[in-house]
């Protein structure tokens, strides 16, 4: 019932049949983002954890604003169609609850995400994001990472440059690999 398929990087996850599919990562990171009134590219979520689920629901949102799925490198994932997931559900228990289980995953994944960008000061959503999401850092494009914490891509250099700073004013790992440069 499901098939796989593969991204290159840079890659958008085609939207033919928009809703009617149920995204599975099996290797890679993908970036959801939209573009907002203004055009302002942001970063909704990083899908990066195999077996993470990338979307259940159209690919349209409220306004028409749409909503992309990007490879940030070479990716695989399962295609399921949504109906077959319907028709799991209520024939297998088991199946259902396990469904359930990680359909309430990515709720609190989006809630603490939420929850970070209303109460947190810029370095703290920084500090959270390293914790939450290791390895990360050097793996995506600042920028993006910034677009995902509200805050400017000037703002989380100065954060990075003032966490490596030791007390005796010098940057402590000057070796540090920046995909942005």
Not at 74 to 93: F, M
Not at 150 to 161: E, Y
Request: charged letters at 25%; proline letters at 4%; hydrophobic letters at 40%.
């Amino acid at each position: 019932m499901s098939q796989e398929i593969a991204l290159s990087r840079n890659q958008d996850l085609p939207r033919a049949g928009d809703g009617d599919y149920l995204y599975i990562l099996l290797e890679g990171i993908l970036r959801i983002w939209l573009l907002d009134p203004l055009g302002n590219d942001i970063t909704d979520s990083f899908i990066w954890k195999p077996w993470q689920v990338v979307s259940t629901v159209p690919h349209m949102t409220a306004d028409d604003i749409a909503e992309t799925v990007t490879a940030l490198s070479n990716a695989r994932l399962l295609r399921i169609p949504v109906e077959e997931i319907r028709v799991l559900c209520a024939s297998d228990e088991d199946f259902a609850r396990i469904y359930l289980e990680h359909m309430r995953g990515m709720y609190r994944t989006l809630w603490e995400h939420k929850t970070i960008l209303m109460t947190l000061d810029a370095s703290a959503r920084y500090q959270w994001f390293l914790e939450r999401y290791p390895g990360m850092i050097s793996a995506v494009r600042h920028k993006h990472i910034a677009s995902f914490l509200g805050m400017t891509p000037v703002s989380i250099s100065r954060i990075r440059g003032y966490l490596k700073r030791g007390e005796d004013g010098e940057r402590e790992d000057a070796n540090d690999a920046d995909p942005d440069a």
